[in-house]
């Protein structure tokens, strides 16, 4: 007998072996299986998209109110309102150019914002627009903001071109934080979204 005729006689005489407890419990793992994934499908509507629209209120350079809902624009991190830089030997107030700068790209103009996470604040991490312009690219672009887990290319290309707190210096704004004794916050990469997806689809079993 040849070696792959004995290997398929084994095979079936050991499928023949098998017990109706063995076949059983097979089945049941499957169904098991089954119910588990469908369960999962069934919560995912816990970490569904959320869309925010309408006049938007200033707060920051990185954050803003949208109907009612705060919203912190996801991927990047903007000086803080009270924060000051320096710019050839002279401090100025980069916090309140930053937020001025967002001010003027959303000014009179729809903004939308969509995202489903929350920061530790309960502020929506959000990407926004402002009739069609990427207010989260914009802010890194125009140097008024550093990457904060995303554009790390457009950040590069603003210090590049010296602009916004690039023209001078200037300190992170989570170092300030730090300084001025700030809860810390993560960066919004790709890993921490992956936890907070996590965190959010167990949180409604």
Known sequence: MSRSRWRNGDRRRSQRRRSPARRWL????????????ALLVARLDAVNTRTEQGMARIVDGD????????????????????????????EFACGRESRNALLRLTQNKTVVCSGWR??????????????GIDLNRAQVEAGWAVA??????????????????????FERPRHWRDRQGGQPEPEHDVLAGIGDWLRQLFRFW
């Open 26 to 37: 097979d089945y049941g793992l499957t169904i098991a299986l089954f119910a588990l994934l």
């Open 63 to 90: 954050s803003i109110e949208l109907g009612g809902q705060r919203v912190r624009l996801r991927g990047i991190d903007a000086p803080e309102y009270r924060q000051n830089c320096t710019r050839e030997g002279t």
């Open 118 to 131: 929350n920061d530790q604040y309960g502020r929506l991490l959000g990407d926004c627009t402002a009739d």
């Open 148 to 169: 904060y887990g995303d554009f790390e290319r457009e950040e590069a290309a603003a210090r590049a071109a010296g602009r916004g707190v690039w023209a001078g210096e």
